[in-house]
């Protein structure tokens, strides 16, 4: 017999022995009667799943671009720090339907090693890949420009963003993988802003930033969204100032974040999930997504895009 079923029998037999109390009066066995149950506020709505698009290689991104009604999704095609000139960008439908798998692709329209972030600035498409920001014809694919921010150190650039005025914002998460796949953090956090003359600063550097990944800009705010890989935090910051302020925590491990219709959506990695946080509270509209990275959003539909890093896969959901 074991221990701790032995101590459970004597336990029973202890209480079995013991002596019956006699009932108080029913004066003092009065008890207020009970309470019948609270009705719950009903659940928020969840999104649904519309189609499931295949045959991407690591993607990492999804952006809508309204000007032409479709999707363009990056894929890494391997290492993510990797300098192997192999990554693409695909032309999706809304429909689901891969118009052109490697519209752009590293050794045919120029360089392009591991692409993640990506940002429109009307036939413009600005792409992050690792250490340089380079740019290519929306509608053409051809290569425009590239630009370096290695002599800044950069580490490992993630996402990004362009703003009314043509300035550049481009997260570095900071981190590198060594020769068996775990993850390092030299850091630092930082994100940089590069002008429309094409000069490159440090717009912010921090332990504040927490390993910062998804940036979007929250123009009815007037303000941009960052969140984090390396904290559970939804963050807020303006230019002016010194340091980003937490909006909303949540489980951490995030990626994306898009402006969608006014909510502040955002992927996170450590729960599979989609979640709307603009309330500051984490209301879960898509789950069992595992591994969504840079999520986007077509206005156009109110859907959200989510790229399936290990799933090789892109999700369509219709938001409620």
Known sequence: MRVTTLYTALAVAAAACKPVDKAPPASQSAQPPPQPPQPQPPAPPAATKV???LGFLTPVAVLHDTAQDV????????????KDDNGFISRVRPDGTVENLKFIEGGRNGTLNAPKG??????TLWVSDIDMVRAFNARTGTALDSISLKTLGAVFLNDLVVTPTGALYITDTGIRFDDIGNVLHPGPDRLFRIGVDRAVTVALRGDTLGRPTGI???????RFVIVQLGGKSVLAWRPTDKAPSVIARGPGGFDGVVIAGGRILVSSMSDSTVSSYETGQEVKLVTGVPDPAAIGYDAKRNRVLIPIIQGNRVEIWQLP
């Open 71 to 82: 999707y363009f999704v990056s894929s890494v095609n391997g290492s993510a720090t990797a």
């Open 118 to 123: 990506l940002a429109l600035q009307g036939d």
């Open 51 to 53: 189609a499931v698009i």
């Open 216 to 222: 979007a800009l929250d123009g009815a705010n007037k």
